[in-house]
C-alpha cells in the first residue's frame, strides 16, 4: 500500500474536516436522488413520457460525465476548498432552476446544470476526505453516496406524500442546505496546500496510473453492475411502479425501493469495511444476482412487494461493490493521483449508468416498461456473475 504524502494525527480539526466533506458529499448524492420520487408526479401532471424521465435522468450523468472528463483534476490546481465551493454554488442555481420548472424541458435544464456541479464536486470532496485521512476518507467516500442516496429519495418521498408544496418543497429543503454548506466550506481548511497552480488547461484527461490499469480494467464487470443498479432504481423503477401499483402511492413505492437499496448498501460499507477488497467485491456479486432475482420475480407477478424486498439484498450487493472496487483503486494511489484516478472511476461508472437509462427510456416507448425492466435485470445479473469469476490483482 503506497503511504500518503500528507497525513494528520486524529484530532477534532481531522474530525471536523471529515464531517465536512463527508456532509457535503452526502447532499450532492441526496440532490440527485430526491427527483425519483417526483417522477410519478410529473408523469401524472406535466404527462411526461417514460422516455421523457430517462432523458431527465441522463442529462445529469451526461453533464456530470463532461465536467469529471475535463474538469476532474480541477481540485489539484485550485485547490479543494475553491472547487467545493464553485460546485455548491452551481448546485444552488439548479435548485432554484428546479423551483421555477414548469414542464420537462426546465427539468433537463435543471438537471444539466446539477450533474455539471455534481461532476465538479464528486473528485474534489472524494480527494479532500482521503487528504485528511485515507482509511477513514475511503470508507467515507464509499458509505455517503449510499446514504445520500438514502436521505435523497426517503426524504423527498415524504415530503411528496405528507408536506404541501410537492414540486417545490423538497427543492427548497435543499437550496437552503447547499448554502450553509458554502458558508462552512468557505471558512475550512484547504486539505491540499501543495497543489500545482500552473500547467491546467481544458483538454479532457483520464489519469489512471499505469500500476493500476489491469485491476482498473478488471473490476469493470462488477462497477458496471453496481452502478447498473443505480440506474435501475432511480430511473427505470418509478415508471414500473407507475404501471404495476394499485393505491396512489407510487412516489412512496420508488422513493421507499431507492431508499431500501441506498441503506442496506450503506450498511453493507460498514459491515466490511476493514475486509480485504476481494471479500467485499465477492459477496456483492452474490448479494446482486440473489437481489435482482427477487426483483424480476415482482415484475412476472407484477408484486411491488417482491420488488421491494429485492431492494434489500440488492442494496447490500450495491454498497459492497461499490466500496470494494473503490477500495481495490484508491488505497494504491498517491496523493497527486487521486483527482484523475477518481475522475478515471467514475466516468468508468457513470457512462454506463447514463447508457443503460437512456436505452431502457427508449425501449419501455415500444416494449412496455415491464419487458425492459426484465431485460435490464438480466444483464445486472449477467455482469454480477461475470465480476465473481474475475480474478484482480488483491486476491
Same mark, same amino acid.
Given at each position: ?215 482498473? &480494467?478488471? #473490476? $469493470?464487470?462488477?462497477? +458496471? ?6 440506474? @435501475?432504481?432511480? %430511473?427505470?423503477?418509478? !415508471? ?52 435482482? &432475482?427477487? #426483483? $424480476?420475480?415482482?415484475? +412476472? ?6 420488488? @421491494?424486498?429485492? %431492494?434489500?439484498?440488492? !442494496? ?52 412496455? &416498461? ?16 461475470? %465480476? ?8
Amino acid at each position: 500500500m503506497t503511504t500518503p504524502q500528507h497525513t494528520q494525527p486524529v484530532s477534532r480539526g481531522t474530525t471536523s474536516s471529515l464531517a465536512l466533506h463527508g456532509l457535503t458529499i452526502i447532499l450532492f448524492f441526496a440532490a440527485s436522488s430526491m427527483t425519483t420520487p417526483l417522477f410519478p408526479l410529473y408523469q401524472a401532471s406535466w404527462g411526461l413520457s417514460a422516455f421523457m424521465i430517462s432523458v431527465i435522468f441522463a442529462a445529469y450523468v451526461g453533464t456530470l460525465l463532461i465536467s469529471l472528463l475535463f474538469l476532474g483534476a480541477l481540485s489539484n490546481h485550485f485547490g479543494r476548498r475553491a472547487v467545493i465551493v464553485a460546485a455548491l454554488v452551481l448546485q444552488s442555481v439548479a435548485m432554484i432552476m428546479f423551483l421555477v420548472a414548469d414542464s420537462g424541458h426546465w427539468l433537463v435544464a435543471a438537471r444539466l446544470v446539477q450533474g455539471f456541479a455534481a461532476g465538479i464536486a464528486t473528485t474534489a470532496v472524494a480527494a479532500a476526505l482521503l487528504d485528511v485521512d485515507q482509511k477513514t476518507g475511503a470508507m467515507i467516500n464509499s458509505l455517503a453516496p449510499m446514504a445520500g442516496m438514502a436521505v435523497g429519495a426517503l426524504g423527498a418521498g415524504a415530503l411528496v406524500q405528507f408536506a404541501p408544496l410537492p414540486l417545490r418543497l423538497v427543492y427548497a429543503v435543499a437550496l437552503g442546505l447547499s448554502l450553509i454548506q458554502i458558508i462552512r466550506t468557505l471558512i475550512s481548511a484547504e486539505t491540499f496546500p501543495d497543489r500545482r497552480s500552473n500547467g491546467w488547461s481544458l483538454r479532457p484527461r483520464i489519469e489512471i496510473p499505469s500500476g493500476l490499469r489491469s485491476t482498473f &480494467v478488471r #473490476i $469493470l464487470p462488477l462497477n +458496471v453492475a453496481v452502478w447498473g443498479l443505480g440506474a @435501475l432504481f432511480l %430511473s427505470v423503477l418509478p !415508471g414500473l411502479f407507475h404501471e404495476i401499483a394499485t393505491s396512489p402511492s407510487m412516489a412512496w413505492l420508488s422513493g421507499g425501493a431507492v431508499g431500501v437499496m441506498t441503506l442496506a448498501g450503506a450498511a453493507a460499507v460498514l459491515l466490511w469495511r476493514n475486509s480485504s477488497p476481494a471479500n467485499a467485491r465477492r459477496w456483492a456479486g452474490l448479494a446482486i444476482i440473489t437481489g435482482t &432475482v427477487l #426483483i $424480476l420475480a415482482g415484475t +412476472v407477478l407484477h408484486s411491488s412487494t417482491l420488488i @421491494l424486498l429485492g %431492494s434489500l439484498p440488492t !442494496g447490500i450487493g450495491f454498497g459492497g461493490g461499490f466500496l470494494g472496487v473503490l477500495r481495490s483503486l484508491v488505497t494504491k494511489a498517491r496523493a497527486q493521483e487521486r483527482a484523475g484516478l477518481l475522475s478515471a472511476f467514475y466516468i468508468a461508472s457513470y457512462l454506463p449508468n447514463a447508457l443503460l437509462a437512456m436505452a431502457a427510456g427508449y425501449a419501455a416507448q415500444h416494449l412496455g &416498461v415491464i419487458p425492459v425492466t426484465q431485460i435490464f435485470a438480466a444483464l445486472i445479473i449477467m455482469m454480477a456473475i461475470w %465480476s465473481i469469476n474475475m480474478k484482480v490483482a488483491d486476491e
